[in-house]
């Protein structure tokens, strides 16, 4: 299906600005995005006849195959105009995308582009902690604690990463009622102070938290939507892949790769790729070798906050000036300790001792 896309990219009708001959077809296939996710896919474009042309391409190529666009799932739609019955903006994996129009002092093309939680999705999750409150009736508040926060948890971290803030209020104040109601129900005799008393506690100036009241105890508590922090996503660069052999690249936007020590991706990620000593990024080809801010001689502890990721040319600076060339051990050699260097062999990185 992609091919058939690229393909069509290739042969649309776009001019230069000045109107003197077409685009390269390089940035036709640009114009033209494709994105997509097992059998959900999304085709954006400017001009309404390419998007309509691309839904009887792929329609095509799926009747090949005895298969069809669901028309219930296929939308044709603007992501700041409102286009036919069609409200702006579109649902994709769960995610709302639409643009809002905002004055020239937000944005100089007039628009801002806001992706967040799909009302669908919202409503989803909400029945599914309803229906578990509801199940809960008579069980522990623990058993109840032990069983939402799982959800909440795995759904927040899931939105982390756009707008999402605001619905996790919304969010956090609709479970609040439901355990509210459930609360009442376990205890129609008594007050609302006393209910409230029993089941919310204030936590570390964190008020209205609902946990177990255990005194001089860590508490087990529910939590909070609003409390998960939003990371925002870092485009992946041009073409890249984790399957590309860039360890360097990978390693310090993830913090994480099985091809390199975990030291050295920890450190690759806090330092931002950066040595710590020149300033400059980290190539593929560099020998990086794990240094000592305030060297074991002098008190120095072997502590992520006492490391550091340098050139192994900067290290040699670096040792030369520190006062660390045997400094505690007795000796007079004016040599460095032998460090630990990491070299590439074959298609493994090896952590050595010089």
């Known amino acids: 299906m992609e091919n058939r896309i690229q393909e069509f990219a290739k042969t649309l009708d776009m001019k230069k600005s000045k109107g003197k001959g077409q685009l390269s077809w390089q940035v036709k296939c640009k114009s033209l995005n494709l994105i997509r996710y097992a059998d959900d896919f999304v085709i954006l474009h400017q001009d309404i006849t390419v998007v309509q042309r691309c839904r009887e391409i792929i329609s095509e190529w799926l009747h090949s195959m005895g298969l069809e666009l669901k028309p219930s799932k296929t939308r044709l739609t603007h992501t700041l105009n409102r286009y036919g019955e069609q409200k ?11 643009q809002w129009a905002v004055g020239k002092t937000h944005s100089k093309q007039g628009f801002k582009t806001l992706i967040t939680p799909s009302q669908q999705k919202c409503s989803v999750h909400y029945d599914q902690i309803a229906s578990i409150i509801d199940a809960h009736r008579a069980a522990p508040q623990s058993a109840l604690i032990s069983r939402l926060n799982p959800i909440i948890r795995g759904w927040s971290n899931y939105y982390a990463t756009v707008v999402s803030k ?22 129609p005799k008594k007050n609302a102070y006393w209910v409230s008393k029993k089941y919310w506690q204030s936590i570390n100036g964190d ?3 609902f946990a177990i009241n255990s005194e001089g105890k860590s508490s087990l508590r529910l939590l909070k939507h609003d409390h998960t922090p939003i990371v925002r996503h870092s ?19 993830m913090g994480n790769n099985p091809q ?10 806090k330092q931002l790729g950066k040595c710590a000593h020149c300033g400059l ?3 593929e080809n560099d020998v990086m070798e794990v240094d000592h801010r305030i060297p074991k001689s002098l008190g120095g502890k072997n502590s992520y906050d006492n490391l550091q990721l340098l050139h192994r040319h900067c290290h040699d600076t670096k040792t030369v000036h520190d006062g660390s060339n045997g400094a505690k051990s007795g000796c007079n050699s004016a040599k ?5 260097r990491l070299e590439k062999v074959v298609d493994k990185w090896v952590m050595r001792y010089a």
């Open 88 to 98: 702006p903006g579109f649902d994709f994996l769960g995610f709302n995308i639409r």
């Open 166 to 187: 605001e619905i996790y209020s919304q969010m956090d104040y609709l479970v609040y009622q439901k355990l509210r109601a459930w609360a009442k129900h376990r205890h």
């Open 207 to 209: 008020n209205w938290v």
């Open 235 to 253: 485009k992946v660069r041009g073409s890249s892949s984790p399957y590309d052999g860039n360890l360097v690249y990978w390693s310090t936007r």
């Open 260 to 269: 390199l020590p975990p030291q050295v991706t920890k450190l690759l990620k």
């Open 281 to 283: 990024f980290f190539r």
């Open 336 to 340: 460095p300790k032998p460090t630990k």
